[in-house]
């Protein structure tokens, strides 16, 4: 576990360099930019009548043995309206003995407030993911994206500013027993089953200069700051990740990230390591 002292200290080291990557990615001649960001969702939704398939890998690293966890998610996308989408995915993990299936989710956000201009929007969307899952408890953290049953529900923020995208979310999850393993209590007989999440991205676009054809290959990059406060056990993690993101003749994409626990009383397992995520997207589909 980590002191008070550590914990402001890790809090200002990302805030140090949060600042620092926003001012290299704020500089640079105006344009458009996307506001796709790898770990977390923006308030913006992909276009109506849209299906999307992405391809998920995790390569985490085991804190006490060195071991690498795969994790596969194969995940589809359905853009209902331009107000509404939906996800649904399936977690596949090497954590024990080969690849097994341990579960899925199903997530939906709804853009309720928009505010457009030339080169620049301001959004917001409420969301909720219900998650299920098979696997062993094997952490305090809780982890709706492949670890925990359970439900969470948000709202997210995002701010378009010419090629610079900034998006903060916060939201409430609950955790439920994974089948029939039980929820540990610590020694004082507390359970963390109760959390808040909170991130913030900033991305760039850094490639092209000027749109000349919606075929060019865009490069993004960006940062993410990733949360969690656990109410029962009172205790919390911070995570930075930073990425680059390749938009393929504007229907594919590939996402390359590193997670990067900067502090944490939480016990977590595996805490960091790459993902890598592959999405196509299929529009007017229905």
Not at 61 to 72: P, Q, R, S, V
Not at 134 to 163: C, F, M, P, R, S
Request: proline share 2%.
């Amino acid at each position: 576990q980590l002191s008070d002292l550590n914990i402001s200290s890790a809090w200002s080291k990302c805030l140090k360099t949060v600042l620092a990557l926003l001012i290299l990615l704020s500089a640079g001649t105006p344009g458009f930019s996307q506001e796709l960001f790898v770990f977390t969702e923006p308030a913006s939704n992909m276009a109506a009548k849209t299906v999307g398939l992405r391809l998920g890998n995790s390569f985490m690293k085991e804190l006490h043995n060195g071991k690498i966890n795969y994790h596969l998610i194969p995940e589809v996308m359905i853009g209902l309206s331009k107000k509404i989408m939906v996800h649904g995915d399936m977690f596949l993990s090497s954590r024990n003995s080969g690849m097994a299936s341990e579960g899925g989710s199903l997530y939906a956000k709804y853009r309720f407030y928009s505010v457009d201009e030339v080169q620049k929007h301001f959004r917001m969307a409420a969301y909720s993911r219900y998650s299920f899952n098979n696997a062993d408890i094997h952490q305090e953290e809780i982890n709706l994206y492949g670890h925990n049953t359970g439900w969470e529900g948000g709202v997210v923020a995002t701010q378009l500013l010419h090629k610079v995208a900034l998006s903060s979310s916060f939201s409430y999850l609950t955790a439920q027993n994974n089948n029939k393993y039980k929820f540990p209590v610590d020694a004082k007989g507390r359970v963390n089953r109760e959390a808040f999440n909170y991130t913030f991205s900033a991305g760039r676009l850094m490639y092209p200069e000027e749109y000349t054809d919606y075929k060019q290959t865009n490069i993004n990059l960006m940062v993410e700051v990733l949360g969690q406060y656990n109410t029962g056990l009172k205790k919390h993690y911070l995570d930075i990740a930073p990425s680059v993101q390749f938009i393929i003749n504007s229907r594919s994409r590939i996402d390359l990230a590193y997670r990067y626990q900067l502090a944490s009383s939480l016990l977590r397992t595996a805490p960091q390591g790459v993902f890598i995520r592959l999405e196509h997207n299929f529009f007017n589909a229905f």
